[in-house]
T-cell receptor, first 117, second 113 residues
């Protein structure tokens, strides 16, 4: 089946530093990737949608300058949390839609837990 | 705007017992409905989905769900729960392109021996 990986699986960083999270589709090409944020005991909240080779579309309330998304290839999207602060601590999940596949299909990565001290 | 409500935050059932997880949605058009399961350290796995047609949908791992338009519900069921079913379950609603998929808050399932 389709596999999506995320790296790292968890990261601890100091306040003010930047953290990059990678999302890779391992056995398929993804024209669209999605980034979600999940707070403890809460739902996944869509942060942004990225299409390969174009700028990401951010959901209302998500700071595009703080959460930089790059989707440079059909198998890789990155989320960079710039100047991270403790309130950015969360579980970040990506998903990928296969190129040419049904629009309703998304495969999810295992998530990256970020702790900002 | 679309939304999903999962009324039960945490459910505990005995192994072998039946299970029903509730999901209510709000959506302006015909919804695409999904149930996902999330286990620790793993990505969300799709259990089943409904787009149209038969309102009783069969999924993987013995799960099924029934779409009831009149009640705006899409409850997940399993006749006999296994210990390996313990996980977090999410209901989601989306449109045709799923760029606007919305998830419920999740229901954590605990299975007692």
């Amino acid at each position: 089946g389709a596999v999506v990986s995320q790296h790292p699986s968890w990261v601890i960083c100091k306040s003010g530093t930047s953290v990059k999270i990678e999302c890779r589709s391992l056995d398929f090409q993804a024209t669209t990737m999605f980034w979600y944020r999940q707070f403890p005991k809460q739902s996944l909240m869509l942060m942004a949608t990225s299409n390969e080779g174009s700028k990401a579309t951010y959901e209302q309330g998500v700071e595009k300058d703080k959460f930089l998304i790059n989707h440079a290839s059909l198998t890789l999207s990155t989320l960079t949390v710039t100047s991270a602060h403790p309130e950015d601590s969360s579980f970040y999940i990506c998903s990928a839609r296969p190129a040419g596949g049904p629009l309703e299909t998304q495969y999810f990565g295992p998530g990256t837990r970020l702790l900002v001290l | 705007a679309q939304s999903v409500t999962q009324p039960d935050i945490h459910i505990t059932v005995s192994e072998g017992a039946s299970l029903e997880l509730r999901c209510n949605y709000s959506y302006g058009a015909t919804p695409y409905l999904f149930w996902y399961v999330q286990s620790p350290g793993q990505g969300l796995q799709l259990l089943l989905k409904y787009f149209s047609g038969d309102t009783l949908v069969q999924g993987i791992k013995g799960f099924e769900a029934e779409f009831k338009r009149s009640q705006s519900s899409f409850n997940l069921r399993k006749p006999s729960v296994h210990w390996s079913d313990a996980a977090e379950y999410f209901c989601a609603v989306g449109g045709v392109n799923n760029n606007d998929m919305r998830f419920g808050a999740g229901t954590r399932l605990t299975v007692k021996p």
